[in-house]
C-alpha cells in the first residue's frame, strides 16, 4: 500500500505515516495540494495529512480541501513535536542568523526564535529545510525540524527542543478514498455544516448535537461558498458503531445545513 504526505523523508508527516502504516510505502508530495491530487488520481492509496497543532491551531490549507475531496478521515494519529535547530557540523548557536522551516513549525517557534534574533524563512517542509542547510553551507543558516532529520545530510543538532510551548504536538488524519464507513469500534466523527443567518443559530445547532449525545471535541469556522457566510467543522465523540453516530445525524438536525460527514474513525 501506497501511503501519500506532504514533505520528504524525516519529516513529521512521515513520522506520522510510519507510525499509522508501519508496512506501508510513504511517498512524499511537495505540496498539500499535490498530497491531495495524488490521492484523487489513485497514485497513492491513503494520504496523511496534520490537520492541528496544539499551539497554533488549525492548519487551514488541509481543513480547506476536506470538504472538497472525495475521500473521508478513516483514522487520526496525535504526535508529539519537539523541533531541534540543525546547522552545520562545525557551527554554533551564536553563528545562526537564518532559520529555515515549514511555516506552521516556526509558527511554533515564534517568540523563542524572535528572543534570540533569529529570522524565520519558512519553505516547503521541515526535512526539506535540513537538505537547504545542507546545500548551502553557510553556518549562519540553519533548520528546525525534528532532531533525527540530520543524519541523511551529515549535519548537526545544534539545540533541542526549540518551540514556544512544551505541550506542542500535531494531530494528523488519514484519508482513504470513497464515503465513510462506520465500524463497530468507531467512536468519533468529524463533519461540516452551515446554518441559517439569524441569531442563534449557531447555538440552536450546538444545544441540538449536544442533546442528542454528541460530545464536541473541536469547532472552527471556515469562509462558505458566498461572500460572509460560514462553514462550520466539528469533531464529535459519540456512542461507539453506526448506531452511535445515527443517534446524532438520523435525522438530520434541523438545525443542520449542507451537512457532510467527513470521516468516521476510532478516536486516538
Known amino acids: 500500500m501506497k501511503v501519500g504526505y506532504q514533505g520528504e523523508e524525516r519529516s513529521y508527516s512521515h513520522r506520522a505515516v510510519t507510525d499509522l502504516f508501519p508496512d506501508a510505502l510513504p511517498?512524499?508530495?511537495?505540496?498539500f495540494a499535490?498530497?491531495?491530487?495524488?490521492?484523487?488520481?489513485?497514485?497513492?492509496?491513503?494520504?496523511?495529512?496534520?490537520?492541528?497543532n496544539s499551539t497554533t491551531g488549525s492548519i487551514l490549507e488541509v481543513l480547506d480541501r476536506l470538504a472538497d475531496t472525495?475521500?473521508?478521515i478513516v483514522a487520526?494519529?496525535?504526535g508529539r513535536v519537539r523541533h531541534a535547530l540543525i546547522g552545520l557540523p562545525d557551527a554554533k548557536p551564536t553563528d545562526v542568523r537564518q532559520v529555515l522551516s515549514h511555516p506552521e513549525?516556526?509558527?511554533?517557534?515564534?517568540?523563542?526564535?524572535?528572543?534570540?534574533?533569529?529570522?524565520?524563512v519558512p519553505v516547503a517542509d521541515t526535512a526539506g529545510a535540513v537538505r537547504l542547510v545542507a546545500e548551502r553551507r553557510d553556518p549562519a543558516v540553519a533548520a528546525l525540524a525534528p532532531s533525527d532529520a540530520h543524519h541523511r545530510f551529515g549535519l548537526r543538532v545544534l539545540l533541542s527542543d526549540v518551540m514556544d510551548r512544551d505541550h506542542n504536538a500535531t494531530r494528523f488524519v488519514a484519508l482513504a478514498p470513497g464515503p465513510p464507513v462506520v465500524a463497530p469500534?468507531?467512536?468519533?466523527?468529524?463533519?461540516?455544516?452551515?446554518?441559517?443567518?439569524?441569531?442563534?443559530?449557531l447555538a440552536l445547532a450546538l444545544t441540538e448535537l449536544g442533546l442528542r449525545g454528541a460530545n464536541l471535541t473541536r469547532i472552527e469556522s471556515r469562509p462558505g461558498t458566498t461572500a460572509w457566510?460560514?462553514?462550520?467543522?466539528?469533531?464529535?465523540?459519540?456512542?461507539?458503531?453506526?448506531?452511535?453516530l445515527s443517534k446524532i445525524l438520523e435525522p438530520t438536525p434541523a438545525s443542520l445545513e449542507h451537512l457532510t460527514?467527513?470521516?468516521?474513525?476510532r478516536a486516538a
Open 27 to 31: 511517498v512524499g508530495l511537495a505540496t
Open 34 to 52: 499535490d498530497a491531495f491530487a495524488a490521492l484523487s488520481a489513485g497514485a497513492v492509496d491513503r494520504l496523511v495529512v496534520p490537520i492541528e
Open 70 to 72: 472525495d475521500a473521508s
Open 76 to 78: 487520526e494519529h496525535y
Open 105 to 120: 513549525a516556526l509558527a511554533q517557534a515564534r517568540d523563542t526564535l524572535s528572543a534570540r534574533g533569529w529570522e524565520p
Open 185 to 201: 469500534d468507531h467512536d468519533k466523527a468529524s463533519l461540516s455544516f452551515s446554518t441559517a443567518h439569524t441569531p442563534g443559530a
Open 229 to 244: 457566510s460560514y462553514r462550520f467543522y466539528v469533531d464529535l465523540m459519540h456512542d461507539p458503531g453506526r448506531r452511535g
Open 261 to 265: 460527514l467527513l470521516g468516521s474513525y
